[in-house]
């Protein structure tokens, strides 16, 4: 079973649409998670922090279930411009620590 | 404030020859990490250094190593170069490692 996975997708999804993204983790120790948007031959660029208690960023809202072993990344009101991959990074302990990467979603907002 | 940034943009090397990349972490952060990424592909961890010494290595041969100077900058250095070393390969910076990382431009490598 790989550390993180998500859906590859791609997600087709008209503008105005409210999307998920899930990601699960393997390692229950896993401390810290985070999503981030990686546009075409760019570097991924920080989205922002999922903490234990869901937090949200304008249109953006993050989630973390520790029993289930997944996080959550909702976007409301798609814009066109959300069109990007989108990565979750999970700090997993393997020997110390290391930053594990999903493979990332591919969203795409259609007008 | 400078972000992450590295340094060749583009490197292009033959297969068997050497290459060295270049990262220089956000002011105040002791942590860079190290990804590849291949075309199409997610990033592989390749190596994470903390306060100039490695913490931790991902499934890499040994031709992959680096090293972390004493301002926190980093080098990695590929050896024996082989076509499938051909990525995109990405320096972070953090502050700690449980802490969220910013990621520079990266640096495109081609071997032919």
């Known amino acids: 079973r790989k550390e993180v996975e998500q859906d590859p997708g791609p997600f087709n999804v008209p503008e105005g649409a409210t999307v998920a993204f899930n990601c699960t983790y393997s390692?229950?120790?896993?401390?810290?998670f985070f999503w981030y948007r990686q546009d075409c031959r760019k570097e991924p660029k920080l989205l922002m922090s999922v903490y234990s208690s869901g937090n949200e960023d304008g249109r953006f809202t993050a989630q973390l279930n520790r029993a289930s072993q997944y996080i959550s990344l909702l976007i409301r009101d798609s814009k066109l411009s959300d069109s990007a991959t989108y990565l979750c990074?999970?700090?997993?302990?393997?020997?110390?620590?290391?930053?594990?990467f999903g493979t990332g979603t591919r969203l795409k907002v259609l007008a | 404030e400078a972000g992450v940034t590295q340094s060749p943009t583009h490197l292009i090397k033959t297969r068997g020859q050497q290459a060295t990349l270049r990262c220089s972490p956000i002011?105040?952060?002791?942590?860079v990490y190290w990804y590849q990424q291949a075309l199409g592909l997610g990033l592989q961890f390749l190596l994470w250094?903390?306060?100039?010494?490695?913490?931790n290595r991902g499934n890499f041969p040994p031709r992959f190593s680096g090293r972390q100077f004493p301002n926190y900058s980093s080098e990695l250095n590929v050896n024996a170069l082989e076509l499938e070393d051909s990525a995109l390969y990405l320096c972070?910076?953090?502050?700690?490692?449980?802490?969220?990382?910013?990621f520079g431009q990266g640096t495109r490598l081609t071997v032919v």
């Open positions: 250094y903390d306060e100039g010494e490695e913490r």
């Open positions: 390692n229950s120790a896993s401390q810290s």
């Open positions: 002011s105040g952060h002791t942590s």
């Open positions: 990074a999970v700090n997993t302990p393997s020997g110390t620590y290391k930053y594990i």
């Open positions: 972070a910076s953090g502050i700690r490692q449980d802490t969220e990382a910013f």
